[in-house]
C-alpha cells in the first residue's frame, strides 16, 4: 500500500502534461488524428425554418456531432457558446431548425469530435430565411423536387424561395434557374415565364405559381409573384460529374461541369459529348462560341432535360473552355470495331478517341512506332492499335483523337499511318485489363484490349520467334515479345498475373505484355 501512495500524484502529474501537450484540440499533438469531417447540407424549410443533413463520419473513435448556427460566417474559427444540436448517435445526420427570424441569413458548421476529444468541421452553410411573417409556406427546390422524376407538388401552385443561378436573360427560351443556397442534388428548379427575366444571378428570391412536368422537365410556370429579398449572394459552386453521371433526375436544374469531353456529334440545339464514360449533351440556349465535332471542352451550366436529352446548358463564354482538336466525326473504338472480325470502317479515314494504354515507344517495330488506344469504359472491342511514326511520342494515360484510314493488316484492325494526332490531356485513369481465362484470351472481341490472364503455368519456353505459352488449366494461350520485359521463360514457372493487349499476327491470338510490370510472380 505504500507504493501505491505514489501512484496517485504521478497519475495527477501525468494528466496534466497530457493536457498541456494536447493545448488546443483543433490542432492536437500526440493525441491522435483528426475525425474525418462530414459534408453538410442546409437548405430553407417551411416557413421561417431551416433543415439539412451531413454525411456519416465513417471512424471507429467517432463520438459525438455538434451543429452550430449563426447570423455570421467564420463559424469554426468562433463557433457560438452553444450547438443547436448535438448527436452522439453516428447515424443521427438530419436537423430542421424551426423559429428563426424572417429575412434573416443564417450559417451552419457541423463539428465531429472523436473519442480522443479532436475536432474536424464541416464545410459552412449559407441559409436564407425569406422576408414574409404572413405565415406564407415557403418550400425550397429540394422539397419541390421530392427526389423524383415528378414532382410530389405537380399542378399545384406553391410559394418557393431561392438564389438565382441563371439570370432571367442568359439562357434562350424565358428560362430562369434557382437553387438552394447548400447546393447539392436536387437542389435545382427551373422558372418559365417573361415575369422572371429581369433577375440576375446572386438574387435571393421568393416566387408563386404553378408546378408543372413539362416534357419530363419540373418547372414553376403561370408566376403570379416574383420578389427579389437581396442580391449578390454566391452560388454553389457547380458539381463536377463524368459526362455519363450527368444523365441523372437528381441533377436537374442543377449546376453541374464536365472536364476533357470530346465533341461527338453535331446537332441542330446540342452538341453530343463524351469523357470517355459515355455521353450526354451541351446545349446552345446561352450565349457563347460553340465547339466543333473533335474539339475538347470543359463545360459547366444548369442540367436540363429537353428532347429526350440530359443537356447542359452554358450561361456564357465563362461557362465554356474550348481546347481544339476538331475537325470531322469522332468515333469510339467500339464504333471502329464494329463488333465483327474486319472493320465497317475498312478503307476509310476517320478519327478516333481514347485512351493510350500501350505508349508510342513500347512495343517494338523496325520501322515506325505502335500505340494502343482504348475506350475509357473497357470491354469486349474497345481497342484499337495504331501505327504510324506520329505516335511515338504518346505516353499511356493521354486522352487522343487520332485521324488516320482504317485497314485490316493480315486480318488485325488498326489505324494506320495517322494524318494527326491530337493529345487533349494526360494523366488520365486507363481503363482496368479485362480478366479472362487463357483459353478465352483468344478470341476477336479482345482484339487490341488489355487483358489480365491469372494462376498460370508456362506450357512452353520456344515456340520461335519470341514467342511462348501459358495455361490456367482453361487452354493454352501464347505470349510474345514486342514489349520490352526481361523475364525468359522457362516450362512449368508460375505467375499470379499476367497483363498485355491481345494481339494477332500470324494467323494467331497472342498476348503482349509491355514491361516487367505486366508480369507477376
Request: hydrophobic share 30%.
Amino acid at each position: 500500500m505504500k507504493n501505491c501512495r505514489w501512484l496517485l500524484p504521478l497519475f495527477m502529474i501525468a494528466a496534466v502534461m497530457l493536457a498541456v501537450a494536447c493545448g488546443d484540440d483543433e490542432n492536437p499533438q500526440g493525441s491522435g488524428d483528426n475525425p474525418t469531417p462530414s459534408t453538410l447540407t442546409a437548405n430553407p424549410g417551411l416557413n421561417n425554418s431551416a433543415s439539412g443533413w451531413w454525411t456519416m463520419c465513417p471512424d471507429n473513435d467517432f463520438s459525438e456531432y455538434s451543429l452550430y448556427r449563426s447570423t455570421t460566417s467564420g463559424i469554426s474559427s468562433n463557433p457560438p457558446a452553444s450547438p443547436i444540436k448535438t448527436a452522439s448517435n453516428v447515424t443521427d445526420t438530419t436537423f430542421t431548425d424551426a423559429g428563426l427570424d424572417w429575412g434573416q441569413t443564417y450559417y451552419y458548421a457541423l463539428r465531429t469530435t472523436n473519442s480522443s476529444s479532436n475536432h474536424a468541421w464541416s464545410n459552412e452553410v449559407q441559409v436564407i430565411v425569406p422576408d414574409s411573417g404572413s405565415g406564407c409556406q415557403y418550400l425550397s427546390c429540394y422539397q419541390v423536387q421530392g427526389q423524383q422524376s415528378t414532382s410530389p407538388y405537380d399542378g399545384q401552385e406553391v410559394s418557393v424561395t431561392g438564389i438565382v443561378s441563371s439570370g432571367g436573360d442568359e439562357l434562350y427560351g424565358s428560362l430562369t434557374v434557382i437553387c438552394d443556397a447548400g447546393g447539392g442534388p436536387w437542389s435545382g428548379l427551373v422558372m418559365f415565364g417573361d415575369s422572371a427575366s429581369f433577375l440576375a444571378r446572386g438574387d435571393s428570391v421568393t416566387l408563386s405559381g404553378t408546378v408543372s412536368e413539362y416534357y419530363g422537365l419540373t418547372e414553376l410556370t403561370y408566376l403570379n409573384s416574383v420578389q427579389i429579398i437581396s442580391s449578390g449572394h454566391a452560388i454553389p459552386d457547380a458539381i463536377p460529374l463524368t459526362t455519363y453521371a450527368v444523365n441523372d433526375e437528381q441533377y436537374e436544374s442543377v449546376i453541374v461541369s464536365v472536364s476533357n469531353a470530346i465533341v461527338q456529334t453535331e446537332g441542330e440545339h446540342s452538341y453530343e459529348i463524351d469523357d470517355g464514360s459515355g455521353s450526354c449533351y451541351l446545349g446552345n440556349r446561352g450565349d457563347y462560341t460553340e465547339p466543333s465535332v473533335g474539339d475538347t471542352v470543359d463545360a459547366r451550366g444548369p442540367l436540363l432535360y429537353e428532347y429526350d436529352e440530359w443537356r447542359i446548358q452554358p450561361r456564357d463564354q465563362d461557362d465554356v473552355t474550348i481546347n481544339g482538336g476538331g475537325g470531322g466525326d469522332v468515333y469510339t473504338c467500339y464504333e471502329i470495331q464494329g463488333q465483327q472480325s474486319s472493320s465497317p470502317f475498312e478503307g476509310q479515314t476517320v478519327s478516333v478517341t481514347g485512351l493510350v494504354v500501350v505508349g508510342g515507344g513500347e512495343y517494338y517495330s523496325s520501322t515506325a512506332a505502335y500505340a494502343v488506344i482504348m475506350d475509357a469504359g473497357g470491354g469486349p472491342w474497345a481497342g484499337l492499335t495504331i501505327f504510324g511514326s506520329d505516335v511515338a511520342g504518346l505516353n499511356r494515360s493521354d486522352s487522343v483523337t487520332v485521324t488516320g484510314e482504317i485497314q485490316e493488316y493480315f486480318n488485325f484492325t488498326e489505324l494506320a499511318y495517322p494524318s494527326s494526332v491530337v493529345v487533349h490531356s494526360t494523366g488520365n485513369p486507363i481503363p482496368d485489363p479485362e480478366s479472362v481465362s487463357t483459353g478465352n484470351a483468344g478470341q476477336e472481341q479482345w482484339e487490341s484490349v488489355l487483358l489480365a490472364i491469372s494462376d498460370v503455368t508456362v506450357t512452353e519456353d520456344d515456340l520461335g520467334y519470341g514467342e511462348w505459352a501459358v495455361d490456367d488449366g482453361s487452354g493454352e494461350v501464347r505470349l510474345d515479345d514486342l514489349g520490352d520485359y526481361s523475364y525468359t521463360p522457362s516450362i512449368g514457372d508460375t505467375f499470379s498475373q499476367i497483363v498485355g493487349v491481345c494481339w494477332y499476327s500470324f494467323d494467331v491470338f497472342k498476348l503482349e505484355p509491355r514491361d516487367d510490370s505486366d508480369l507477376t510472380r
